[in-house]
T-cell receptor, first 114, second 114 residues
Framework: AQKITQTQPGMFVQEKEAVTLDCTYD???????LFWYKQPSSGEMIFLIY??????QNATEGRYSLNFQKARKSANLVISASQLGDSAMYFC???????????FGKGTSLLVTP | DTGVSQDPRHKITKRGQNVTFRCDPI?????LYWYRQTLGQGPEFLTY????????KSRLLSDRFSAERPKGSFSTLEIQRTEQGDSAMYLC????????????FGQGTRLTVV
């Protein structure tokens, strides 16, 4: 079975600062993909970034980067230069090659303050 | 618009009634997911379709729940004899065949059982 753990229910960060949202995962499948999604208060799920288990480099997408530490089974999201519009729920998710489901963690609520 | 669309956006029903939700995925996407999300939680996987075949169902999908994707295009999720515990946001997502691509989510159907 696959499991995603997000241990931070809520985080605060000041505008323009960087913030790291934690995600650990558990799977015995050697081939998997890790995803981060943002869910603003309006409810839509917005894809942010993807990391494959065989990718040699950490993924980056604009202000988002993924700190992938395979041996520790962690896939932390780093948001640089936080903006007020980054305030939202953030979900880490995983899909393994031997399965179909995309499984989500419980999420972290991020509040960016002026 | 080429995004995932869900209908209705909101549904209020009395306990014991049946409800049906519709999802229209992105047209070229063969793979379709249904999720349930309750307040403060991450999306919970319900079921997965590849074309018209339902390939995986979560244990969360009780006998009162049924999903179909008859022609491999749109999908429906029916809940029979609704209970108050069924109150949640029901999310649909679709993705292409490539493993490393993200799932695109609809805006969801919010169900309230009174």
């Amino acid at each position: 079975a696959q499991k995603i753990t997000q241990t931070q229910p809520g985080m605060f960060v000041q505008e323009k600062e960087a913030v790291t949202l934690d995600c650990t995962y558990d799977t015995s499948d050697p081939s998997y993909g890790l995803f981060w999604y943002k869910q603003p208060s309006s409810g839509e799920m917005i894809f942010l970034i993807y990391q494959g288990s065989y990718d040699q480099q950490n993924a980056t997408e604009g202000r988002y980067s993924l700190n992938f530490q395979k041996a520790r089974k962690s896939a932390n999201l780093v948001i640089s230069a936080s903006q007020l519009g980054d305030s939202a729920m953030y979900f880490c998710a995983m899909r393994v090659s031997s399965g179909y489901a995309l499984n989500f963690g419980k999420g972290t609520s991020l509040l960016v303050t002026p | 618009d080429t995004g995932v669309s869900q209908d209705p956006r909101h549904k209020i029903t009395k306990r014991g009634q049946n409800v049906t939700f519709r999802c229209d995925p992105i047209s070229e996407h063969n793979r379709l997911y249904w999720y349930r999300q309750t307040l403060g939680q991450g999306p919970e996987f319900l079921t997965y379709f590849q074309n018209e075949a339902q390939l995986e169902k979560s244990r969360l999908l009780s006998d009162r729940f049924s999903a179909e994707r008859p022609k491999g295009s749109f999908s429906t999720l029916e809940i029979q004899r609704t209970e108050q515990g069924d109150s949640a946001m029901y999310l649909c997502a679709s993705r292409s065949d490539r493993f490393d691509t993200e799932a695109f989510f609809g805006q969801g159907t919010r169900l309230t059982v009174v």
